[in-house]
């Protein structure tokens, strides 16, 4: 198991392309959404910072993490630059978290391979509640506003390439 000793919200702005002229789709699971609402604050928040215009975000919501399979194709039809799927899965005593997590890992991995929009994985897969909310705006920062930086890299990438 990885051990996360840095803040995921830092970055260096001077190193990543303005994201004024992208349009970014954000698809949120409402599942354990005090998790998944700070997630997509930090994404939000990230994309302004880098130049990206609010009304070139759209948000969508989902039930769960594993919809966010459905959700993220159809904001790729949605003609978006990037999307980044946000969830939480925490483990509990049965066998589904094993079997949403591979789910979801596997489709949005498709949509990767399968489309020329880059669907960036903003899921969190962890042991207990205080690991997510370490890594949703805790003392580890912020996992979506990495998936923002990433959202922001490729679709320079896609576009440049």
Not at 2 to 9: F, R, Y
Not at 19 to 47: C, H, M, P
């Amino acid at each position: 198991m990885a051990t996360v000793n840095h803040n995921l919200s830092n970055y260096d702005k001077n190193t990543i392309p303005n994201a004024k002229d992208f349009r970014f789709g954000i698809v949120v699971s409402e599942w354990n959404d005090t998790i998944t609402n700070g997630l997509y604050q930090g994404a939000y928040d990230a994309l302004l910072d880098c130049g990206a215009l609010s009304e070139n975000i759209i948000k969508w919501d989902v039930p769960g993490s594993f919809e966010l399979i459905y959700g993220s194709k159809k904001m790729v039809e949605y003609q978006v630059d990037a999307v980044i799927a946000i969830g939480c899965v925490i483990q509990g005593e049965t066998k589904h978290f094993d079997f949403v997590c591979e789910g979801v890992t596997h489709g949005i991995k498709e949509l990767n391979l399968n489309s020329d929009t880059p669907v960036i994985f903003c899921v969190l897969t962890d042991n207990t509640m205080q690991q997510s909310i370490d890594r949703s705006g805790g003392k580890h920062g912020n996992k979506g506003t990495e998936a923002a930086i990433a959202a922001i890299k490729m679709a320079n990438l896609r576009r440049n390439r």
